[in-house]
């Protein structure tokens, strides 16, 4: 072998090692990501199901796969103030990449406990007025995320019970003041400015048990036209299948936010699509994983309301629905 020769291959073979391991680093998998995720929704829940199954699609869309890339540690039925702590102290201790947090329980309990993991928030009524941020366009801190309802819903509400059911003299509002947004006074203004305004007595109903809920309802059916409406409340939502139970028998109509609502039987509803609230926050916990920060990240409002009208239900209570709010209605449950 030639001289030259013998150089060239004794340096290759030195600069070997040093490509060789390079080369190997580069082929490794990525790190798996950790996610924590609080869903206020029980786990056999249908609606908390599509919730989860929104948020994983949207992350798969983004090359987020549960499994794969991330791991996703759903923990359930996180509504009650003293559970949302209590999960929230378990979440923290692992030290996740990040997590999604359902509603306003688990994130304020989220934020006693860390100042530094990413908190992507879902279906918050005014998290700025709540303390979770300082304003929507500059959440400031490691929590951002998607809010719900402006104050004005309250008024809406009753504005669909009154198309529904003209007859209509007394509406109730439910909802539990230890979970409701701001204890409840965020939508109670326009309820009663809309009950002033439409001839309709609106009637405070504060509730913190099952039997308390059946008390209410039972206080509305005494009298001759009343009506329910559901608050925008975690802790009411828990409790959906007792109220709409309840309205049934005691053939009240019944309004409430999400149109899971109408589906197990309630007259209607006015409000966000959920699922695609749940679906729009992947597009957040991809930023966030790739380097951005939640404080960099303003808070969305819902883009997509739907009213929702149970035909069914109406029949069953005798009532007549226009073909103007059928026209109005963006789907009927037959």
Same mark, same amino acid.
């Given at each position: +072998?030639?001289?030259?020769?013998?150089?060239?291959?004794?340096?290759?073979?030195?600069?070997?090692?040093?490509?060789?391991?390079?080369?190997?680093?580069?082929?490794?998998?990525?790190? +798996?990501?950790?996610?924590?995720? +609080? +869903?206020?929704?029980?786990e056999d829940d249908r609606a908390g199901r599509g919730e989860a199954d929104a948020l994983r699609q949207g992350l798969q869309e983004l090359g987020w796969t549960d499994g794969r890339n991330i791991r996703m540690d759903f923990h359930w039925d996180v509504v009650a103030p003293a559970r949302a702590q209590a999960i929230a102290n378990d979440i923290v201790a692992v030290g996740p990449d990040l997590i999604v947090s359902s509603g306003s329980p688990p994130t304020a309990a989220l934020l006693q406990l860390t100042k530094s993991i990413p908190i992507v928030f879902v279906n918050v009524t005014a998290p700025d007025v709540q303390g979770f941020v300082q304003s929507y366009a500059r959440p400031g801190g490691n929590v951002t995320g998607f809010s719900n309802f402006e104050p004005s819903m309250g008024g809406k509400w009753i504005e669909v019970l009154k198309d529904l059911d003209p007859s209509i003299r007394r509406v109730a509002m439910l909802f539990n003041p230890e979970t409701a947004p701001g204890g409840g006074k965020f939508v109670l203004p326009s309820f009663h400015a809309a009950g002033a305004a439409l001839d309709v007595e609106p009637i405070e109903a504060p509730v913190h048990s099952a039997a308390e809920i059946e008390q209410a309802i039972d206080a509305v059916a005494r009298e001759p036209n009343g009506g329910l409406v559901g608050m925008n409340d975690n802790w009411i939502g828990a409790n959906r299948d007792l109220i709409v139970r309840s309205a049934l028998n005691h053939r009240l109509p019944l309004v409430y936010a999400f149109r899971t609502w109408t589906d197990a039987g309630g007259l209607a509803s006015y409000g966000i699509d959920i699922f695609d609230l749940f679906h729009r926050a992947a597009s957040y916990v991809d930023r966030i994983l790739k380097g951005e920060k939640p404080a960099d990240l303003p808070v969305q409002a819902p883009t997509k309301f739907e009213l929702v009208v149970n035909l069914k239900t109406a029949k069953a209570l005798g009532l007549t629905v226009s073909h103007e709010f059928l026209l109005r209605a963006d789907d009927t449950v037959e």
């Open positions: +072998m030639r001289r030259r020769e013998f150089i060239a291959l004794g340096s290759a073979a030195a600069a070997a090692p040093l490509i060789w391991p390079r080369a190997a680093r580069a082929q490794q998998p990525e790190r +798996m990501r950790r996610i924590g995720v +609080m +869903m206020v929704s029980a």
